[in-house]
């Protein structure tokens, strides 16, 4: 019998919705094209179309917005990639939480990510955790700030990565750094010859950033910076907040995309540069949020390492119960 998920208050029709058209749906809106999405779900165009347009009418509402040119999430679209995320997220837990039952691991590790900052001590620390406690089962997903930070109150994860000011009230938190800004732009821009980016020259543009749910503080931080430096720009959001989309849109025109500059070290993308914005640049406070009560011991574990892997003179980082 196929999972399904209980819509309590849904829009439409929605009494069962299956949880194969939410994967379907999860698809075709982060790659906002059908054949792309087909290929990632290893089945044919033609069948996710049509569950696709299934879902709307069990919805009773339109999700995307298609043309021969392009495809486009409606607003309930984007209100619903939300929602379809989080069911997803549960189920998987669900699943993998059994399969580790039945396996007798029981041990875990679950770390949240925003979609844009990886700061580098992260993975460092996540593969010296690995390697000295093997028989702990690691998860990393991506998540909003705020739903990984609610997560980590409800002890559905241990370790939310976030930029602050963040609400944390009542949670530990670590700091293990600081995350700038950099100016993704494609070849052809103006700029793109110079070896940092005055803010100044964003002035009457466009740029493209990632909704604002994906960092408050970077995204609030920008458009402050641009204030205190007398000029105005017109954020343009990506639909989903992948940093694919704000890359693929950058190189795709002569629009800058403004980024956390961790981007700049994991990605590598044909056709675009990277510069710094220029100093004074905005930067934030990386942190690692958690249980205020005493993590349990993978956790401060890795607490640990990621600090130790963060600290570049020695001197120790302070936690923090807010």
């Known amino acids: 019998m196929p999972m399904r998920y209980l819509g309590c208050g849904a829009p439409g029709n929605l009494a ?101 900052v990886l700061p580098v001590a992260v993975p460092r620390a996540l593969r010296r955790f690995a390697a000295g406690y093997p028989d ?4 990393v997903e991506l998540y909003d700030p705020r739903d990984a930070i609610e997560a980590v109150r409800r002890d559905l994860l241990d370790v939310a990565i976030v930029c602050l000011p963040a609400p944390t009230s009542g949670l530990r938190v670590t700091p293990i750094g600081e995350e700038g800004v950099v100016v993704a732009l494609p070849d052809g821009h103006p700029g793109a010859r110079q070896t940092v980016f005055p ?33 105005t720009i017109r954020a343009v959001e990506t639909p989903a907040p992948t940093v694919e989309q704000a890359l693929i849109a950058a190189a795709s025109g002569r629009t800058p995309a403004l980024l956390a500059a961790s981007v700049a070290s994991r990605h590598a993308f044909p056709g675009l540069r990277f510069l710094p914005l220029e100093e004074p640049a905005l930067r934030s406070t990386v942190a690692l949020v958690t249980a205020s009560e005493v993590p349990r011991t993978h956790t401060a574990r890795f607490l640990r390492l990621a600090v130790a892997m963060a600290r570049p003179t020695g001197r120790p980082m302070l936690s923090s119960v807010a």
Do not use: C, K, W
Not at 136 to 139: F, K, Y
């Open 136 to 139: 702990v089962d690691v998860t």
């Open 199 to 231: 803010i100044a020259q964003l002035d009457g543009a466009a740029p493209i950033m990632l909704p604002r749910d994906a960092n408050p503080p970077m995204y609030d931080g920008i458009l402050a910076a641009a204030r205190d430096a007398g000029i």
């Open 16 to 116: 069962h919705m299956e949880l194969r058209h939410l994967r379907y749906f999860v698809a075709v809106a982060e790659e906002l094209h059908f054949r792309r999405a087909a290929e990632r779900l290893h089945i044919a165009q033609p069948a996710v179309s049509e569950q696709i347009r299934n879902l709307e009418r069990e919805l009773g509402v339109q999700l995307f917005l298609r043309t021969q040119r392009s495809v486009s999430l409606t607003a309930p679209g984007s209100v619903l990639l939300q929602e379809a995320r989080r069911v997803l997220r549960v189920a998987d837990d669900a699943a993998r939480m059994t399969r580790q039952a039945q396996d007798g691991v029981m041990a875990r590790l679950r770390v949240a990510r925003p979609p844009d």
